[in-house]
């Protein structure tokens, strides 16, 4: 029973966090926004220079071969910095789903070095989420259908652009026809690997929800120390500091709840989709309240689009529904502890 | 105690019904935050004004119909349930006019009221500055008395900000310090100019959706007619404090904007309940929004009856502004939670038929908590005031 | 459309807080609380002076003839000072049962004079309460049996006492056989005066709550008036204060539904009980919440047995689940919100 | 990360249910805050003794087991899930204990672990006084050093209050103003003390539930050897701190308790399910209160991982203190309002046998916001220190 990170794990999302602060500041965030696309390839490129498009493709195909829980850590940092790119949809998702494929797979051999080189973006879809996200301007498509994985290109379907507050993902309805050509894995073996990917999109989006709590609560808890109000910090007065501090401590116990649920990924436990949907409340829970408590504090400021916040919190409200929203994921928890029998109680937090 | 309308206040119920059924755009306005909605909105004030409707509280000679705050109510109700647009002259009417009412001499009543009422002057707001924001007293925007030979005159130099409306308007109202040599409370004059002389610039901020709700104001040696101030020299504290008071108290918010949002929210929640049910905590917080509302609205009755009667509003207004701006949130973070992935859909997305007004809702509800003083001033004024706790 | 009270009814309201005020301090309260029956005669005489145990009593059986409305102002009072007296379910419950009774039945005769005069106590029995509150101590019972009213001796039924924390009330199970000559009202009318009693405690218990809110604020207040930390009164802190706003908003908004209530059962509108039960869950929430921060305030004092407001909590939990549990309450708003072609939204606040 | 019990620790768990299922009494013992229950509650700290389990994180040679903190939370684990009786020594076992390890010399550690770990004293803490409850510092119980032919003592005069157990407890410990002439955290010396030392009286505080939870201990020219010192002379504040970080932060809460408390809920939920239904917060809180309870126990997991590598507690050991007690009383809220009109019911009502420990529960939560430091106090740590706000 260990419940730390490596060093080599803490040392590598500690490198990432220290480079987006200087390569994703929230100026070239609102630069982004604005683009047609909503992507920079000069900001995908240097997510590829420090590895992050490699990071879970397997060695063979030129990628690093790390895992969920590795993944974990990182995209608490993508979340902080509201990383505007397709990034998790391509190196975490679709390489999960490519790497389940056999080795003969002409996907897997074809797309993968490139997810690795990050030269590709892949959209993923599936019916949890109405609309596609950033489906424009993948390379590849990956697609449900009846359970199964089909493979296309945008242009084989019918792409129709539905805005989100969010900029920093363009969103498509996405019509199209499956066919035996567009097929990729059947509906046997697809059924367990979509559940698979609903599970990682789900660590991934709680931990970006994490870091979002986190970077709304240091915007909250900057302003609240240097603007002045009666002639002090308005961060002296305890009523700011209380809604600060309930901040603190929502993130500070969703943080170990959506840690152990990419283990449980990483790991196999049998019981990850509730390990995961309990992330998914926990985190969207610390966003949402890191939010509203820090536009709170920011006080008209915070209702402006000058402000840098307005960018986290439309990121973490937009965020918080996709993959599931939380009646799909408070639902899935209800179906684990009202079960008869449910393993509940003293001891049984890390049974299987 | 009678909890029922008289036969007058019935019928004058059923005219504003039969108004409001024929005339309400049957296509909701653009926002009043661009220009062509602004203009829409302008157009819809003179409608109302036409029909008597746009200031009912006012005297009949001003353009009114000498409503008490019971007709008022009635006739709020009655717009909303109809689904009539936003108020964009709400600054002007509701907030300002009382004052130029009670502090306004003849002359300001007959040159600002009339106009306002027909929505030919569309009014902003000039209270808050770069450093006086809930800390009001903290005015430096300075207007100093000056003679010459056209006669008496402010000239105006500074700046201010989060004054709503102001991008569009003709008008402004507000505070500004007349005595260089004052602090705090002392040495504010309130002064009504307008929006185009020279000197002035204004700079539009945009809110969260993305539109200019409000701007800044700056004043480079701008000249006002002293004719142009509200109550006495140095008195606009007091003033200002009456128009503050409205704005806390009863008059911003009526109840039945909110009884609309919860009707609405019942029957979002209807439409997709079968999903929503999955998540005992959506149908309770929908019974919560009901109950709520629906208490607002008694709540208001009951202090309008008291005002009716002879009452005064006292520090419990303070209470008002944190109860609806609470419900408020309540209800839209709630919708919010029943659109899921749909939620968070741009309005001119194709398929945001149904989310889009939730989610402007749900940004401006944002601001609830904060504007018009906020939540935490609000408790300590409930606290301090109310209950008598000691100043820190 | 008026919602405001005579000068009558405020002026009656007023004088008997006053009354209250010197005759039911906190002292006595705890005097009475510590006796067997939980009674004191010379309480309930005081009350009988001030004319409460007649004052919804018709004129013609020696009472004051007044109606819910008048007593929605006295049962605030009655809770703000939690009278421990079986006043309620005596003078109002008990009543409104009694009046309507045949005008020559002689239960009508013979009790509502000896009501209206304090020397009867008479104890309510409904299934939608598991006990009978003061049953031992009662003239008389009058009990529901499959819709029908009853009335009988508590030495006609076997009585097992209870205890609750709230020592201002002695609950027993009651055990009785019902019969001919218990029966004092069949099923049909018995059916509708069952309901007006349900919502006759409903409104009295929210009023109760609400006094009891509005107690538990006070002595919250005066605490942090004068209770000093780091050098000051703790009330000046402003985590205090707003614990102690909070409950003044609950209290300014829950006061009004509960008057409501009470003009709905005085003019029998048809939505009589979905107003009680609104009533009941705000004064309920009040007083809870007012329980929660005062408690809060009052540091480890709050805690103690010596602090007063331990008396004053325990009756506001206790009170909140009777006649009806919050659940009870919230199940028949929901059952009105959530109907087809309910009357909600503006211009039907008062409609019929 | 490894989130798998090694087979060690599966082999301690099998031998704590084992001891636990023998050992643990089948009839709940009486409050340990009557002299009936606090007997039985002492007899059971010797039986925890003779098993070696009454202090399983000690060294070996004192009568512990050396067990590391993840050997703890297994060991909690399988005493609530055994519903083994609450732990009258605590204030000993938990708080005492490691200040006495990390500050007593050779000499205080033999004189009172081994006894303490037996049950043969059980200690109260002597913390708060009338003035000083969330502001420690303002303590002023005086104990002056003197000398007389009997040697070296301390002569204490003041008032302790709210010092738990101390009605029946054997030992106290405490902080006591030393240096008249000092004030705040300077000149504080950290003293045990028995409490049948002439001069001491004590008068039970009665809590809500009737019994007395906590006393007054006032003294009158009370004598205290010297060598009950505990760390130098000053330096009190500093002794306290080390075990006031414990009270706060890992030690008092060991997560079993609340989940085992969440457990019961979702039980007593499912046996009143009908009936709760129609309120759908029920459901949810149910729900809220299994997620809380896991995460508490995983925070707590990560902690304790943490500090088995060498790491240290922080301020952020203050969201405890709130995530815990807020949670604790959700859960017992919840049941209050599932219970219903039975959860007011005395422990002795015939008819209680169900809600009894419930209402129990629901008092002690209140005191949870409030005792070890208030949450309001927690806040303002959380805020100044793990945030980095700037002070009032």
């Given at each position: 029973?260990?419940?730390?990170?490596?060093?080599?794990?803490?040392?590598?999302?500690?490198?990432?966090?220290?480079?987006?602060?200087?390569?994703?500041?929230?100026?070239?965030?609102?630069?982004?926004?604005?683009?047609?696309?909503?992507?920079?390839?000069?900001?995908?490129?240097?997510?590829?220079?420090?590895?992050?498009?490699?990071?879970?493709?397997?060695?063979?195909?030129?990628?690093?071969?790390?895992?969920?829980?590795?993944?974990?850590?990182?995209?608490?940092?993508?979340?902080?910095?509201?990383?505007?790119?397709?990034?998790?949809?391509?190196?975490?998702?679709?390489?999960?789903?490519?790497?389940?494929?056999?080795?003969?797979?002409?996907?897997?051999?074809?797309?993968?070095?490139?997810?690795?080189?990050?030269?590709?973006?892949?959209?993923?879809?599936?019916?949890?989420?109405?609309?596609?996200?950033?489906?424009?301007?993948?390379?590849?498509?990956?697609?449900?259908?009846?359970?199964?994985?089909?493979?296309?290109?945008?242009?084989?379907?019918?792409?129709?652009?539905?805005?989100?507050?969010?900029?920093?993902?363009?969103?498509?309805?996405?019509?199209?026809?499956?066919?035996?050509?567009?097929?990729?894995?059947?509906?046997?073996?697809?059924?367990?690997?979509?559940?698979?990917?609903?599970?990682?999109?789900?660590?991934?989006?709680?931990?970006?929800?994490?870091?979002?709590?986190?970077?709304?609560?240091?915007?909250?808890?900057?302003?609240?120390?240097?603007?002045?109000?009666?002639?002090?910090?308005?961060?002296?007065?305890?009523?700011?500091?209380?809604?600060?501090?309930?901040?603190?401590?929502?993130?500070?116990?969703?943080?170990?709840?959506?840690?152990?649920?990419?283990?449980?990924?990483?790991?196999?436990?049998?019981?990850?989709?509730?390990?995961?949907?309990?992330?998914?409340?926990?985190?969207?829970?610390?966003?949402?309240?890191?939010?509203?408590?820090?536009?709170?504090?920011?006080?008209?400021?915070?209702?402006?689009?000058?402000?840098?916040?307005?960018?986290?919190?439309?990121?973490a409200w937009a965020l918080d529904a996709t993959?599931?929203?939380?009646?799909?994921?408070?639902?899935?928890?209800?179906?684990?502890?009202?079960?008869?029998?449910?393993?509940?109680?003293?001891?049984?937090?890390?049974?299987? | 105690?009678?909890?029922?309308?008289?036969?007058?206040?019935?019928?004058?119920?059923?005219?504003?019904?039969?108004?409001?059924?024929?005339?309400?755009?049957?296509?909701?306005?653009?926002?009043?935050?661009?220009?062509?909605?602004?203009?829409?909105?302008?157009?819809?004030?003179?409608?109302?004004?036409?029909?008597?409707?746009?200031?009912?509280?006012?005297?009949?000679?001003?353009?009114?119909?000498?409503?008490?705050?019971?007709?008022?109510?009635?006739?709020?109700?009655?717009?909303?349930?109809?689904?009539?647009?936003?108020?964009?002259?709400?600054?002007?009417?509701?907030?300002?006019?009382?004052?130029?009412?009670?502090?306004?001499?003849?002359?300001?009543?007959?040159?600002?009221?009339?106009?306002?009422?027909?929505?030919?002057?569309?009014?902003?707001?000039?209270?808050?500055?770069?450093?006086?924001?809930?800390?009001?007293?903290?005015?430096?925007?300075?207007?100093?008395?000056?003679?010459?030979?056209?006669?008496?005159?402010?000239?105006?130099?500074?700046?201010?900000?989060?004054?709503?409306?102001?991008?569009?308007?003709?008008?402004?109202?507000?505070?500004?310090?007349?005595?260089?040599?004052?602090?705090?409370?002392?040495?504010?004059?309130?002064?009504?100019?307008?929006?185009?002389?020279?000197?002035?610039?204004?700079?539009?901020?945009?809110?969260?959706?993305?539109?200019?709700?409000?701007?800044?104001?700056?004043?480079?040696?701008?000249?006002?007619?002293?004719?142009?101030?509200?109550?006495?020299?140095?008195?606009?504290?007091?003033?200002?404090?009456?128009?503050?008071?409205?704005?806390?108290?009863?008059?911003?918010?009526?109840?039945?904007?909110?009884?609309?949002?919860?009707?609405?929210?019942?029957?979002?929640?209807?439409?997709?309940?079968?999903?929503?049910?999955?998540?005992?905590?959506?149908?309770?917080?929908?019974?919560?929004?009901?109950?709520?509302?629906?208490?607002?609205?008694?709540?208001?009755?009951?202090?309008?009856?008291?005002?009716?009667?002879?009452?005064?509003?006292g520090p419990e207004a303070s209470t008002n502004k944190i109860f609806w701006s609470e419900?408020?949130?309540?209800?839209?973070?709630?919708?919010?939670?029943?659109?899921?992935?749909?939620?968070?859909?741009?309005?001119?997305?194709?398929?945001?038929?149904?989310?889009?007004?939730?989610?402007?809702?749900?940004?401006?509800?944002?601001?609830?908590?904060?504007?018009?003083?906020?939540?935490?001033?609000?408790?300590?004024?409930?606290?301090?005031?109310?209950?008598?706790?000691?100043?820190?």
């Amino acid at each position: 029973m260990d419940f730390t990170f490596t060093e080599d794990q803490l040392s590598l999302s500690d490198a990432i966090h220290k480079f987006l602060m200087v390569e994703a500041a929230p100026e070239l965030l609102r630069e982004i926004w604005e683009t047609e696309s909503g992507r920079s390839a000069e900001m995908r490129a240097k997510l590829a220079d420090q590895g992050l498009t490699a990071l879970s493709v397997p060695e063979a195909y030129g990628g690093m071969g790390l895992g969920d829980l590795d993944w974990v850590l990182i995209q608490q940092e993508l979340g902080y910095y509201a990383i505007p790119d397709s990034l998790t949809a391509t190196a975490y998702l679709a390489v999960y789903l490519s790497k389940a494929l056999p080795e003969d797979s002409k996907l897997k051999a074809h797309w993968l070095p490139k997810i690795a080189d990050g030269s590709a973006r892949v959209a993923v879809g599936h019916p949890i989420n109405p609309f596609v996200a950033d489906a424009a301007n993948a390379s590849l498509l990956l697609l449900w259908h009846a359970d199964e994985l089909h493979a296309l290109r945008p242009e084989e379907a019918t792409l129709t652009l539905n805005a989100s507050i969010d900029s920093s993902r363009r969103l498509y309805r996405v019509q199209w026809t499956p066919s035996d050509k567009t097929r990729v894995c059947g509906a046997e073996q697809g059924r367990e690997l979509w559940q698979g990917v609903i599970n990682r999109a789900g660590v991934a989006i709680s931990a970006q929800l994490l870091g979002l709590a986190q970077r709304m609560l240091d915007l909250g808890t900057d302003y609240a120390a240097q603007r002045k109000q009666f002639g002090k910090p308005i961060g002296s007065f305890q009523a700011v500091k209380h809604h600060l501090a309930d901040v603190a401590v929502k993130i500070e116990f969703a943080r170990p709840v959506v840690q152990r649920a990419a283990q449980s990924l990483a790991t196999g436990h049998p019981r990850a989709g509730l390990h995961v949907s309990h992330a998914r409340l926990v985190a969207g829970e610390a966003a949402r309240l890191a939010a509203r408590k820090s536009i709170q504090v920011h006080g008209a400021m915070g209702y402006t689009w000058e402000a840098d916040l307005q960018m986290f919190m439309k990121r973490a409200w937009a965020l918080d529904a996709t993959w599931g929203d939380a009646i799909f994921h408070k639902a899935r928890i209800a179906d684990f502890v009202l079960a008869e029998g449910a393993a509940l109680g003293p001891a049984e937090t890390f049974t299987h | 105690m009678r909890l029922e309308y008289t036969e007058r206040q019935k019928k004058f119920r059923a005219e504003v019904r039969e108004w409001m059924t024929a005339n309400v755009p049957k296509q909701a306005l653009s926002s009043f935050d661009t220009q062509e909605g602004f203009e829409q909105h302008r157009a819809w004030e003179a409608k109302l004004h036409e029909g008597r409707w746009s200031a009912v509280t006012w005297p009949k000679e001003l353009g009114g119909r000498s409503c008490d705050l019971i007709d008022w109510l009635i006739f709020e109700e009655e717009y909303w349930r109809a689904g009539a647009p936003l108020r964009v002259n709400q600054n002007g009417v509701f907030l300002l006019a009382p004052t130029l009412m009670e502090y306004g001499t003849d002359e300001q009543k007959a040159r600002f009221l009339p106009r306002m009422a027909a929505g030919a002057d569309i009014w902003a707001q000039g209270w808050s500055e770069p450093g006086a924001g809930s800390d009001m007293a903290a005015i430096r925007t300075k207007a100093i008395l000056t003679s010459d030979s056209q006669g008496d005159h402010y000239v105006i130099n500074g700046q201010k900000t989060w004054s709503t409306r102001a991008v569009y308007a003709d008008w402004c109202f507000g505070l500004f310090r007349t005595d260089p040599d004052s602090s705090r409370h002392h040495g504010l004059t309130f002064i009504l100019l307008p929006l185009n002389l020279p000197g002035i610039s204004i700079r539009p901020i945009k809110q969260l959706n993305g539109l200019p709700g409000f701007a800044e104001i700056f004043f480079d040696n701008v000249r006002v007619p002293v004719a142009n101030r509200l109550g006495a020299e140095g008195q606009g504290w007091n003033v200002a404090m009456a128009t503050a008071g409205f704005e806390r108290g009863l008059m911003l918010r009526s109840p039945a904007r909110f009884q609309k949002t919860a009707q609405n929210l019942v029957a979002l929640y209807q439409r997709h309940r079968e999903h929503a049910d999955r998540d005992p905590s959506i149908r309770d917080a929908v019974l919560k929004s009901w109950m709520d509302a629906e208490a607002y609205a008694l709540s208001t009755y009951q202090t309008a009856s008291r005002l009716v009667r002879g009452g005064h509003i006292g520090p419990e207004a303070s209470t008002n502004k944190i109860f609806w701006s609470e419900l408020d949130l309540l209800m839209h973070e709630t919708a919010m939670r029943i659109l899921g992935a749909r939620g968070e859909l741009m309005p001119e997305a194709p398929e945001a038929a149904e989310s889009a007004p939730w989610l402007d809702g749900f940004l401006f509800a944002q601001a609830g908590p904060i504007y018009a003083g906020s939540n935490e001033i609000q408790r300590n004024i409930i606290a301090e005031r109310m209950l008598g706790l000691p100043r820190a």
